[in-house]
């Protein structure tokens, strides 16, 4: 039996969602120059309710939004005993002079972050790219990569997973740390 841990519950995760969208409006203002994009497939669950709580509830008029698939992005795609399932990119903008914010649930090695960096290449130059990340394990990082937006910092051996868990209607519903990675089944 694998023992976890609830780190972030249900009305701290969504009051940090909300602090998030507060946090990016502070800095991107009516969002004009900037886009949001999530990174398929767990940011993309993150990226879905940020745009909703910036556009719905914050009436941010208007903010290009994408889903960025990273799959042969990454460095260790070739070394993966399963076969790959890559997910559909959902990008129907370019990214040219843009300020592209890039969404991702947990930052870890920082491994992702750069895959997504080079797969965001392929729809133009951004003028910047910030990181929003719902989880950061600081100290984990392989890559001098880190987040300018992070809902909660966690620090935990190497061994430990982070796993955010999300409501059927996706709504956040809660963040757990488990003591050793889980297998899944796919």
Known sequence: MVSDRVILEEPRFVLTLKRLSHQLIEDHGDF???CLVGIQPRGVCLANRLHHILTKELKVKSLPYGKLDITFHRDDFRTRHKPLAAHENEMPFLVEDKRVILVDDVLYTGRSIQAA????THYGRPREVTL?????????RHLPIQANYVGLRVDALDEAYVQVEWNPDGSPHQVLLFAHKIEKED
């Open 117 to 120: 960096m080079s797969a965001l």
């Open 32 to 34: 004009s120059e900037s």
């Open 132 to 140: 929003v990340a719902l989880i950061d394990r600081r100290f984990n």
